[in-house]
């Protein structure tokens, strides 16, 4: 067979390699070698027999050329399933994995597949605190932006998160978020479409609320007109209209339960101008109240009307539930699994359920129970039966960590020098003074001061013997953070300025700051001890908790002053709070990390295992906020040690004693931040501080407040034996999602380097892609275009 020059051909031994003969021929005996120019640009003689003209190869029928052998190269089929895996929706696909910058934990995709699955356009996830909620969201919005290339992404959170989920976003998905307020918002979601470019934003809650006062068709605002109502006149407008935001993602969903609340009416208007919404929310729901209702009506609104069939579906599934434990306990019988779906099937809502009626004629034997992957299947059939699996996923600790941290608490009582309790005494009965004066009787704004001075006596007389503003300052930061929810800016700011005025009108002449920093009995047990732990544990690094920004900038004065580098960690700072963790892990002169209760939300320090508590908040919320920086997910250490200090015969002892040791706050979490929780804390500061009490009153009143709380999680375990029935997808999903990962069920970055080779050397003859000396180049530029 002879070619022209031109003539575009393929090796029979290798059909994935084509190119053009050059015109030039050899013979050798009587075989002829043509010579070809390969698309690699290389040159070669090659057998007649060996190659083929292309042409006539496209012409014939694909089934024909299978018949007759001649197939492509493994790296070809790579090649056009990787194309249809950028370009399609496959359903055992998961897009997301492998191209974040996280850990692998398998539970973190079951929300996932939940939503992917579902045809709601909103989902719950209600994960035990600590699971990666934050990290579960990025896996959906990069999913998403795989699947239904969205491009729009709004974050709603607590103001104190809106760092966290910037920082968040970047550092583990490459996303370049925007903080915003309601104005800004409005601007940027006026300007922006679903075909430009990305765009994510954070917002707090706070900030994005709509007013009091506003009605939807209200007159358009003039320009001077409070951002929140341009943006709630925005949302209104468009209500109807192509959405102006791909997914919302609502951190710490619970503060929308209340339907009456201004934060409830945002989450309502945002529904209405969204794709696809994520609730997040750790804290217990009580399913016999409206609550959930009200969150799942923002995931699903046209399933969940009426709170009176939401009861309805709840009785409903109480049968499937526990068809699906019987089911996963080894010793239940089929009897015991059959009568639990034979009542499900009475019900009016799953009557006409096939997957039920199938299980009724044929039901399992105790044989096939036998098997645990029956039993497994068993349970998951049930699981997707579930009238609230479509919405709701949650998991727990116990369910994914095998051994978890023990933790072990070191409370140490410390004795005041006269100087230091003659000021302790004189800052309360000041501030008690100050609130009858004026007939104010928030407790938190009275116990801030005397907070302050049990937490560091040195500190608070630095600051407020010497006229510092920065300790004004920290009580304003103190007071806004438990008024921000309130929405009462005008009490706000009342309450702010005359605290002001009192502090600065108010200094005592009696008391030199210089006497309490050369004799602090608090901070020479801290020394001490830190002396001792660095030489027992040379590579050890330790974080110490403090409520104030005063204390915490002495403490890193005196301790770099005797010798002890140390790191600051508090909010407003120029850096990130993830560069400065970062920089504490790194850098092996750093020992302690001095941080606020900016660090307590949205931080990992799982790398420590010592906690200092160098005061303690009353609220036993925020003390289980800070233990869980370092008992989370990726905590190495079998123990974790909290160690807390407080000084004796003050009001902190008593709490400590009477309310935080009680109600076992240190060693297991009391739950997640509930309103009445908070509630409770605040009553007692203002019984205990705008009341002339003895110690033993003060006891009885922190002894009620322990029962109360007592009650409460009561109340919360029993939520968590009754969430049983929101929970969705169980071990078998766990094994998919596993099985995924192992079996690179994913786009994967060799996948990626053959396409873009190929795309280059096929068309274009002669152009190549280099992989030798330059393959970390291109592995490193893949890999960031895929978080892109």
């Known amino acids: 067979m002879t070619w022209e020059r031109g003539t575009e051909v393929r090796r029979l031994d290798n059909p994935g390699k084509t190119g053009v003969t050059t015109g030039q021929v050899r013979n050798r005996g009587t075989l002829s070698y043509y010579g070809v120019r390969w698309q690699d640009a290389s040159n070669d003689y090659v057998a007649e027999d060996q190659i083929e003209e292309l042409n006539a190869i496209i ?31 496959l359903a055992n696909l998961v897009y997301s994995m492998g191209v974040t910058n996280t850990d692998f934990y398998a539970h973190q995709y079951k929300p996932l597949l939940t939503m992917l699955e ?59 978020a925007m903080i915003v307020d309601a104005r800004t918002l409005a601007d940027e979601m006026a300007h922006s479409s679903g075909a430009g470019a990305a765009k994510a934003w954070v917002a707090s809650y706070q900030a994005l609320r709509p007013p009091r006062n506003w009605r939807p068709g209200s007159e358009l605002p003039s320009r001077k007109a409070a951002g929140r109502q341009v943006l709630a006149q925005l949302l209104d407008e468009h209500a109807e209209d192509q959405p102006l935001v791909d997914l919302v993602v609502f951190d710490e969903a619970h503060y929308m339960r209340n339907p009456d609340s201004a934060v409830h009416r945002l989450g309502e208007m945002l529904q209405r101008v969204s794709h696809q919404r994520v609730l997040l929310s750790a804290t217990p729901i009580n399913l016999r109240n409206d609550d959930l209702f009200h969150l799942l009506q923002l995931c699903d609104p046209d399933h969940f009307q009426y709170p009176s069939s939401f009861q309805e579906l709840l009785l409903a599934n109480q049968p499937l539930v526990a068809a699906r434990d019987a089911a996963l306990n080894p010793t239940s019988s089929a009897e015991e699994i059959m009568s639990h779906v034979r009542q499900a099937s009475e019900s009016d809502l799953l009557r006409n359920s096939r997957q039920l009626a199938s299980l009724i004629a044929d039901p399992p034997s105790d044989d096939l129970l036998e098997r645990a992957d029956y039993r497994s299947e068993l349970a998951a059939g049930l699981e997707r ?50 609130a009858w004066r004026r007939g104010i009787s928030d407790g938190f704004l009275l116990a801030t001061p005397q907070r302050q001075v049990c937490s560091c006596p040195a500190a608070f007389a630095r600051a407020w013997l010497g006229g510092n503003e920065a300790l004004v300052e920290d009580l304003s930061e ?74 915490a900038q002495y403490l890193k004065d005196r301790l770099v002053s005797l010798g002890m580098p140390s790191l600051l960690l508090w909010g ?58 370092i008992d989370r997910l990726g905590q190495k250490a079998k123990v974790i040690h909290i160690w807390n200090l407080f000084y004796a015969e003050t009001i902190d002892e008593r709490i400590f004693g009477r309310l935080l040791v009680r109600l076992r706050v240190f060693e297991q979490a009391l739950g997640e931040p509930e ?47 009754s969430a049983s029935q929101m929970m969705a997808h169980g071990g078998l999903v766990l094994e998919r999602i596993a099985a995924a990962q192992e079996l690179s069920r994913r786009v994967t970055e060799r996948d990626l380097i053959i396409y873009v080779r190929d795309f280059f050397e096929s068309p274009c003859c002669g152009t190549s892609l280099p992989t030798d000396g330059n393959r970390r180049r291109i592995r490193d530029s893949v890999a960031g275009n895929r978080c892109r």
């Open 118 to 176: 579902s045809p709601a356009d909103g989902l719950l996830i209600a994960d035990e605190v600590g699971l990666g909620k934050t990290i579960e969201a990025g896996i959906i919005w990069t999913e998403l932006r795989a699947r239904e290339d969205m491009r729009r992404l709004l974050i709603v959170c607590p103001a104190v998160l809106r760092e966290k989920w910037r920082d968040e976003l970047k550092l583990r998905f490459g996303i370049d």
């Open 572 to 629: 407003n700072m120029t850096e990130s709070k993830q560069d400065l963790i970062n920089e504490f892990r790194d850098r092996s002169d750093l020992r302690v990390l001095i941080a606020t209760e900016v660090a307590s939300e949205g931080v990992d320090l799982q790398f420590c295992r010592l906690l200092v508590n160098y005061d303690l908040p009353w609220n036993p919320m925020r003390v289980e906020q800070r233990i869980g920086r």
């Open 59 to 89: 012409s014939k029928d694909r089934f024909e050329l299978i018949e007759q052998g001649r197939y492509g190269r493994s790296e070809d089929l790579r090649r056009s399933l990787t194309h249809v895996h950028l370009s399609g929706r």
């Open 385 to 434: 039966i579930n009238l609230l699996g479509h919405v709701v996923t949650r998991t727990r600790k116990r369910d994914v960590q095998i051994e978890r941290p023990r933790r072990e608490v070191h409370p140490e009582r410390v004795l005041m020098t006269e100087a230091e309790r003659a000021f302790y005494e004189y800052v309360t009965e000041a501030t008690r003074e100050y």
């Open 675 to 721: 309103p009445i929780i908070g509630e409770t804390i605040q009553k007692l500061e203002s019984h205990l501080l705008t009341n002339r009490l003895t110690p033993e009153q003060e006891e009885e009143e922190i002894q009620r407040t322990a029962q109360a709380l007592e009650n409460v999680r009561q109340r919360q375990e029993e939520l968590e034996r």
């Open 478 to 551: 103190q007071i806004l953070e438990e008024y921000e929810e309130s929405g009462d800016e005008a009490e706000f700011d009342d309450i702010s300025v005359s605290l002001k005025e009192f502090l600065l009108t108010h200094r005592p002449r009696n008391f030199d700051p210089a006497v309490f920093e050369r004799s602090d009995s608090k901070l020479q047990r801290l020394v001490t001890e830190f002396e001792s732990y660095f030489a027992e544990h040379p590579e050890e690094k330790v974080i110490v908790f403090t409520s104030f920004r005063v204390t």
